[in-house]
């Protein structure tokens, strides 16, 4: 997943100044249905859930597709498109059933092949997708809404796997969607979820738009985080980009948009000014910014190389570029986040306010360091944040003797170029900086970002076979306290081979006017049900 659009610029504009700003959207106002909510987001330029980690996507398949089960709000897994399940005697095969009344936005009713081959195509990319195929023996449908999960050993962990909502996500896709490799992209946009996707109105870079799917049959129990009935009480959800900051406050407090997703730090204090707009964080824990180092290529495929990046980094001064605002920001230096039950100090001796570079230096000598060039993917199109910690980041590697060389690109090159295994001359990469939300790193066998099992691991490609095998028993540990020693052993080894390197933890507020109530605060996820507009 990238770091989420949040650009930095002084602002000198007061509320007043702000509403008297010409909007890109105050001709359309007078046109916009009554039942319309217009949110200001991210650019969608990937539309497949599970081909990508991307958040933005992630919110996009939350909105036109489904999942098998969902969690509530203390984080519970819930029968979602699942009417009833269970589970043998031996807890080796588990038993679905779909509920009734569910259908693909095209009017095909959806089956259980389509789940299974969706389950395996989701398999393929998550941890714990991965970890089911791993124990099963067999997945298969038994009749049009019945499928099994027949395990070689039990899994205690199983629906809470299929529960996690971190990306990607286990959306549920028609079977001849589902059959495309994970490699490669889904964009037909046909889910069974309560919106659908207007690809008539869809444009790109500029706005996409969700109807309300009027043949969806929500669930009976109340909405409670993202488990129970998916109520949508307006005709449509219109998805604005808007680039400039300035322009997308002007049209929030104008009415002429509802939602204001990541909104600059430097704009805050003028949103906490207006009586008619609300500052919220809906994301629980916020998110983690975390450098991940390619283990293929010199010179981080020395551990010595990587632990200098431990010792060279000073969280502080990322953060002040990444989110400056220090109520909504910490240093962290555990991998399991800021505030998970399994963060912990374990390990972390390293940490040094400000950073130690003489100590980098030193490692970069062991190392045997040469010169070789170290490049940093850049993002051009994520804000100005994104691109300005790239650029400190080859300013703080540069000043320890390191041959550091940005490559400025859009986000759509990058995540294409950061699964490159290929040298750094040969269309490789060296380091680029993602992020992972707080909950996500609280599970270890559903966060991509805490896998080490080489070549199959996310984009960096860790590995340690200590620290796998000790994530292999995850799984089967019973009690919290039993978890949460593990968690310190596999941190332990973690900070020793060096996984990847934290940049501080912030949280991602999002406004919103006061007339917008039915906010779901989920990590990960802004649901588009639910929201009443007055």
């Not at 987001?41 to 990937?46: E, T």
């Not at 027949?150 to 809470?160: G, M, W």
């Not at 941190?491 to 507020?509: A, E, I, K, Y």
């Amino acid at each position: 997943m990238t770091i989420s659009r949040r650009e930095l610029f002084k602002v000198s504009l007061a509320a007043g100044a702000a509403l008297s700003t010409p909007s890109v959207l105050r001709s359309k106002a007078a046109a916009a249905e009554p039942l319309t909510i217009r949110m200001v987001r991210d650019n969608l330029k990937v539309y497949d859930p599970i081909w990508t980690t991307s958040g933005v996507t992630a919110n996009h398949g939350a909105a036109i597709y489904d999942t098998l089960f969902a969690l509530d709000s203390k984080f519970m897994p819930h029968p979602q498109m699942v009417g009833n399940w269970g589970v043998s005697e031996d807890k080796r095969t588990y038993t679905f059933e779909l509920r009734d009344g569910l259908a693909w936005h095209d009017g095909t009713p959806v089956t259980a092949a389509d789940c299974v081959v969706s389950l395996r195509r989701w398999a393929k990319v998550h941890p714990g997708g991965k970890l089911i195929m791993a124990r099963a023996r067999d997945i298969s449908a038994k009749d049009q809404r019945t499928f099994t999960v027949a395990l070689n050993e039990p899994l205690s962990l199983l629906i809470n796997i299929l529960g996690d909502v971190t990306a990607p996500l286990p959306f549920m896709m028609r079977e001849k969607d589902a059959a495309l490799p994970a490699t490669e992209q889904v964009t037909s946009n046909i889910g069974s979820g309560p919106f659908k996707f207007n690809k008539e109105l869809a444009r790109p870079g500029a706005s996409f738009t969700y109807d309300r799917n009027d043949q969806y049959v929500p669930r009976q129990e109340a909405s409670d985080g993202l488990a129970g009935g998916k109520i949508v009480n307006v005709d449509r959800v219109v998805w604005n980009i808007i680039s400039d900051q300035q322009t997308a406050l002007a049209a929030l407090q104008a009415g002429e948009v509802d939602l204001l997703d990541s909104p600059a730090v430097d704009l805050l204090s003028v949103i906490d000014a207006d009586p008619n707009l609300e500052v919220r964080d809906l994301n629980q824990g916020g998110l983690n910014n975390v450098l991940r180092m390619n283990f293929l290529q010199p010179p981080f495929n020395n551990v010595k190389a990587r632990q200098a990046l431990l010792h060279l980094i000073d969280q502080e001064a990322f953060l002040n570029i990444l989110f400056p605002d220090p109520r909504y920001r910490d240093t962290v230096t555990s991998i399991f986040g800021h505030s998970t039950l399994y963060t912990n100090d374990a390990n972390t001796g390293w940490f040094k306010k400000g950073g130690d570079p003489e100590k980098a230096k030193q490692l970069f000598r062991e190392a045997g360091y040469a010169g070789e060039k170290v490049l940093i993917l850049q993002p051009t199109d994520l804000g100005l944040a994104a691109s300005s910690a790239c650029q400190l980041l080859a300013d703080t590697l540069r000043k320890v003797g390191v041959n550091a060389e940005l490559a400025p690109m859009a986000w759509s090159e990058l995540a294409t170029r950061r699964s490159s295994k290929r040298p750094v001359d040969n269309g490789g990469w060296s380091l680029f900086i993602s992020d992972q939300s707080d909950y996500a790193l609280g599970n270890p066998i559903g966060s991509p970002f805490l896998v080490a099992s080489g070549d199959d691991a996310w984009y960096g490609w860790p590995k340690s076979a200590e620290y796998e095998a000790l994530r292999d028993k995850w799984a089967d540990v019973e009690t919290l306290d039993q978890r949460k020693d593990l968690a310190r052993q596999m941190q332990t080894v973690w900070w020793d081979f060096v996984g990847d390197m934290r940049l501080g933890q912030n949280s991602q507020p999002i406004a919103h006017r006061k007339a917008l109530t039915g906010l779901i605060g989920m990590p990960q996820i802004i649901p588009m049900w639910n929201l009443r507009k007055a």
